[in-house]
T-cell receptor
Framework: AQKITQTQPGMFVQEKEAVTLDCTYD???????LFWYKQPSSGEMIFLIY??????QNATEGRYSLNFQKARKSANLVISASQLGDSAMYFC??????????FGAGTRLTVKP | DGGITQSPKYLFRKEGQNVTLSCEQN?????MYWYRQDPGQGLRLIYY???????QKGDIAEGYSVSREKKESFPLTVTSAQKNPTAFYLC????????????FGEGSRLTVL
């Protein structure tokens, strides 16, 4: 069964505007972690932000924030003040109480000048 | 600098040949992983290893083999039994179970001619 769902294959945003990338997940565990990664065209995976299932506050890292709604099982990524360099693939991922991490299919974000 | 080194970056193989992708880390991490990424898709787990001399199959282990003889090394062999091996392969590591993000190498792109 699909654990991580990203329903937006592609998104466009105007430079300097904010954008929200959607992510929903499925787990019966109480303890889990949620992650967002950025993958530029070069291919490397860049860690952006982490949210633990017991964290009461939404995580923030600079221009990135994670809108965590536990009851809805959603973990949306918000990028504020978009920059041209933000154009990339973005992946949502989850680690349950095991060793491996599972990824969604990704969203391709394009920032327009 | 600490990190994960994958080699080669690009590899071409004839059908029926085995090929081994190298992954070395100097982060002193216990866990290591191999993921496969197909164009426009997310990452799928091939194998992971929690500790030296131990590894577990992921979702798509058929046609692949791994070894973990040293903590810092986790090579992946793509065998001739893998029906569609052309893909981008990413190696990752983490300090341990459920302890935060995965750290990724820059990837190896395998093309079968």
């Amino acid at each position: 069964a699909q654990k991580i769902t990203q329903t937006q294959p592609g998104m466009f945003v105007q430079e300097k505007e904010a954008v929200t990338l959607d992510c929903t997940y499925d787990t019966s565990d109480q303890s889990y972690g949620l992650f967002w990664y950025k993958q530029p065209s070069s291919g490397e995976m860049i860690f952006l932000i982490y949210q633990g299932s017991y964290d009461e506050q939404n995580a923030t890292e600079g221009r990135y924030s994670l809108n965590f709604q536990k009851a809805r099982k959603s973990a949306n990524l918000v990028i504020s003040a978009s920059q041209l360099g933000d154009s990339a693939m973005y992946f949502c991922a989850m680690r349950e109480a095991v060793w491996d991490m599972r990824f969604g299919a990704g969203t391709r974000l394009t920032v327009k000048p | 600098d600490g990190g994960i080194t994958q080699s080669p970056k690009y590899l071409f193989r004839k059908e029926g040949q085995n090929v081994t992708l190298s992954c070395e880390q100097n982060l002193n991490h216990d866990a290591m992983y191999w993921y496969r990424q197909d164009p426009g898709q997310g990452l799928r787990l091939i194998y992971y290893s929690q500790i030296v001399n131990d590894f577990q199959k992921g979702d798509i282990a058929e046609g692949y083999s791994v070894s973990r003889e040293k903590k810092e090394s986790f090579p992946l062999t793509v065998t001739s039994a893998q029906k569609n091996p052309t893909a981008f392969y990413l190696c990752a590591s983490s300090p341990g179970v459920n302890t935060g993000e995965l750290f990724f190498g820059e990837g190896s792109r395998l093309t079968v001619l």
